[in-house]
Nanobody, 120 residues
Framework: VQLQASGGGLVQAGGSLRLSCAAS????????MGWFRQAPGKEREFVAAITWSVGNTYYADSAKGRFTISRDNAKNMVYLQMNSLKPEDTALYYC??????????????WGQGTQVTVSS
């Protein structure tokens, strides 16, 4: 599975961004698609996940109510709509493919990351 994340950028606090993740290869081998982020000096953290098969969605508490994950099975695309962005959302955002949404080690395919910077 190959993953290509895009859509990051610089935005003011309160603004919005939509991240995209293009998946290719044996996408059927991994039902879960997740978004993670890593800020400088911090550990990588889970943001949101969705299943290809049913479309079940899962969110970190920090993302609930502000971020929405979605997928387009026909295009093998996963999106992360981020609204009401805060400076603390600044991070490098990665998309990943895995087997179980709540087990970080189950994500074994990773994209290259896209930078999100939120200015105050």
């Amino acid at each position: 599975v190959q993953l290509q994340a895009s859509g990051g950028g610089l935005v003011q606090a309160g603004g919005s961004l939509r991240l995209s993740c293009a998946a290719s290869g044996r996408t059927s081998s991994r039902d879960v698609m997740g978004w993670f982020r890593q800020a400088p000096g911090k550990e990588r953290e889970f943001v949101a996940a969705i299943t290809w098969s049913v479309g079940n969605t899962y969110y970190a508490d920090s993302a609930k109510g502000r971020f929405t994950i979605s997928r387009d099975n026909a295009k093998n695309m996963v999106y992360l709509q981020m609204n009401s962005l805060k400076p603390e959302d600044t991070a490098l955002y990665y998309c990943a493919a895995g087997r179980t949404w709540y087990i970080p080690n189950s994500y074994d395919y990773w994209g290259q990351g896209t930078q999100v910077t939120v200015s105050s």
